[in-house]
């Protein structure tokens, strides 16, 4: 099975609402990174957030981790139409220099 | 910069040709790792070279997958003979260091189909 597992697998909200979705993993790491996939194109990291940080915010997006339970949640906030993307999660296995991602949370946000 | 480059965009080829992808890292860039994707094993790291030098390749799923990195400006992912489970979309992406902790920029992919 996968180091990150992601959760939801699809989620389709409104315009202006907030969207969480949530990753969990099964080894110790660094860090854990989200990253964001447009149909049709690469991956885009948004953010990076250090084992010994809880919580971390970039504009719309604020991660937080939590290393005892070994699970990381993405909540962006007043959703867009541009949001709409897979979202990935990836975690260091074993501090290792493998990226292991997970399976992805696909996101609609409807006009 | 122009980000990592990679060609071609799309290829659709006979079971049994030979299939070479190319990757272009970003500048500076002394990492490059191939990835492929597929809906059903989602995105599977095949190869990771650091200072052009391949450090795992346990990912390259067989023998008929080889990936070279002859400078740090160029690399190639060859699958020769390409099979139908081979369609997929094969991701070239670079960081700035040599542990994957770096922020990894990704190319924009190429989508192979093998008929």
Request: charged share 20%; glycine share 8%; aromatic share 8%.
């Amino acid at each position: 099975s996968q180091q990150g597992e992601e959760d939801p697998q699809a989620l389709s909200i409104q315009e202006g609402e907030n969207a969480t979705m949530n990753c969990s993993y099964k080894t110790s790491i660094n860090n854990l990174q989200w990253y964001r996939q447009n149909s049709g194109r690469g991956l885009v990291h948004l953010i990076l957030i250090r084992s010994n940080e809880r919580e971390k915010h970039s504009g719309r997006l604020r991660v937080t981790l939590d290393t005892s339970k070994k699970s990381s949640s993405l909540l962006i906030t007043a959703s867009r139409a541009a949001d709409t993307a897979s979202y990935f999660c990836a975690t260091d296995k074993d501090s290792s220099y493998k990226l292991i991602f997970g399976s992805g949370t696909r996101l609609l946000v409807r006009p | 910069d122009a980000g990592v480059i990679q060609s071609p965009r799309h290829e659709v080829t006979e079971m049994g040709q030979e299939v070479t992808l190319r990757c272009k890292p970003i500048s500076g860039h002394n990492s490059l790792f191939w990835y492929r994707q597929t809906m059903m094993r989602g995105l599977e790291l095949l190869i990771y070279f650091n200072n052009n030098v391949p450090i795992d390749d346990s990912g390259m799923p067989e023998d008929r997958f080889s990936a070279k990195m002859p400078n740090a400006s160029f690399s190639t992912l060859k699958i020769q003979p390409s099979e139908p489970r081979d369609s997929a979309v094969y991701f070239c992406a670079s960081t700035p260091g040599g542990r994957n902790t770096d922020t990894q920029y990704f190319g924009p992919g190429t989508r192979l189909t093998v008929l």
